[in-house]
């Protein structure tokens, strides 16, 4: 399903924090407070309460080490994927899997893709992910991955509010190619990126 025409792309910056951070505050911080730091790097203010992960992210924002495709519905974000390099985005599940196993670091990582519950299902998750891929472009390009949900083996239907970074099927939709797995449920997914 395509996402409605009306949507627009902007990157997080200390302009658009003010929507992303509207948008994180009206689903309680994410995932229990998370405000999108778990993938950054580790350290004492990290997981010390949604108000300093919510400061942290804010630092590192306004740092300009924190990068990601904000969904913009007018003036409201509705949806955003997380990117940034490894040394921005270095903690991964499965990280020991990952490691043993992988032949090449990325260029970048798209880490985390959250829709507004009032906004899923139109297609708004796709438009994440190519909107982080357009940014990714603009800095240079390079082999981009993602570790979204593998589900083509699953007979049991998971429930959408768990795909933190949706689903392989969606990611070969965008011209990744499947690379490996990761985890039980995960797996890597690769594309390159031409500079834009």
Avoid at 12 to 40: K, M, Y
Avoid at 174 to 191: A, E, H, I, S
Wanted: glycine share 8%; aromatic share 10%.
């Amino acid at each position: 399903m395509a996402a409605e025409s009306s949507y627009t792309i902007a990157a997080l910056s200390p302009e658009t924090w003010s929507a992303f951070d509207a948008l994180v505050q009206r689903h309680n911080g994410i995932f229990g407070g998370c405000w999108c730091i778990w993938f950054h790097p580790d350290g004492p203010e990290r997981g010390q309460g949604a108000e300093a992960n919510r400061a942290l992210k804010k630092a590192y924002v306004e740092q300009g080490k924190a990068h990601a495709a904000l969904v913009m519905d007018g003036d409201e974000a509705i949806a955003w994927a997380e990117y940034g390099t490894p040394v921005e985005l270095p903690t991964l599940k499965h990280r020991k899997e990952y490691e043993a196993t992988k032949t090449a670091d990325p260029d970048y990582r798209i880490t985390c893709v959250f829709v507004d519950k009032r906004h899923r299902r139109r297609g708004v998750t796709e438009l994440a992910i190519t909107g982080a891929l357009d940014l990714i472009a603009r800095s240079g390009g390079g082999r981009v991955e993602s570790y979204p949900h593998d589900l083509t083996n699953q007979t049991k239907k998971m429930s959408s509010s768990f795909l933190y970074n949706g689903t392989r099927r969606l990611y070969e939709r965008l011209g990744f190619t499947y690379d490996r797995p990761k985890g039980l449920k995960n797996c890597v997914m690769v594309k390159t990126v031409d500079p834009a």
